[in-house]
């Protein structure tokens, strides 16, 4: 059995990369949407208004995780911790229990590329989803048990660490508690 408490950190290249994103996407938006308005095609531009609400909320969704990686990174909360008898995921802000996990599992979105997440597929994943806050959240989870192996996943790329590294370690804590 594992005595020690492993954890890991949220990577400040993740960090500065999602700022980078959010910021050049809020640019590109407010460019195309100012053009429109300069060049006075108020049609176009009312429909590029309601895409452009679309992305927006995608935005919010995306500036709330930003934070959410920012506090963990700068108060060094670690991103997961693995222990004994449990699985912090402070990203998602779930704790799950060792024996409550069915399968651990490499998965790729873009097929032989390497680990783009790993799934946890839970043994009751209705218990968790309904602890999750957030409509669009557990709408997520619920698509991601159904088709993707596994209602949670933790994106290696967040990590600093290297995916097979984090994919080891949870496997091992998973599979010296099945013993």
Not at 23 to 39: E, N, V
Not at 40 to 60: A, E, R, Y
Not at 167 to 178: A, N, R
Request: one cysteine or more.
């Amino acid at each position: 059995m594992t005595d020690t408490k492993k954890e890991y950190f949220i990577s400040v290249y993740a960090l500065i990369f999602s700022l980078v994103i959010i910021i050049l996407l809020t640019s590109f938006i407010t460019f195309i949407l100012y053009g429109l308005l300069l060049a006075d095609l108020t049609i176009v531009m009312f429909g590029c208004i309601i895409v452009g609400l679309v992305i927006l909320w995608m935005l919010i969704e995306s500036c709330q995780s930003l934070y959410k990686y920012g506090r963990l990174y700068f108060k060094d909360i670690p991103a997961l911790a693995l222990t004994k008898d449990t699985l912090i995921d402070n990203i998602n802000n779930q704790v799950y229990s060792w024996t409550e996990i069915r399968s651990i599992s490499k998965e790729s979105t873009q097929g032989r590329t390497g680990t783009n997440f790993i799934a946890i597929s839970l043994v009751d994943p209705g218990e968790h989803i309904k602890e999750i806050k957030g409509s669009y959240r557990r709408l997520i989870a619920r698509i991601n048990e159904k088709y993707f192996r596994g209602a949670f996943s933790i994106q290696p790329n967040l990590i600093k660490c290297k995916s097979s590294e984090l994919y080891e370690d949870l496997t091992h804590y998973f599979d010296s508690h099945q013993l």
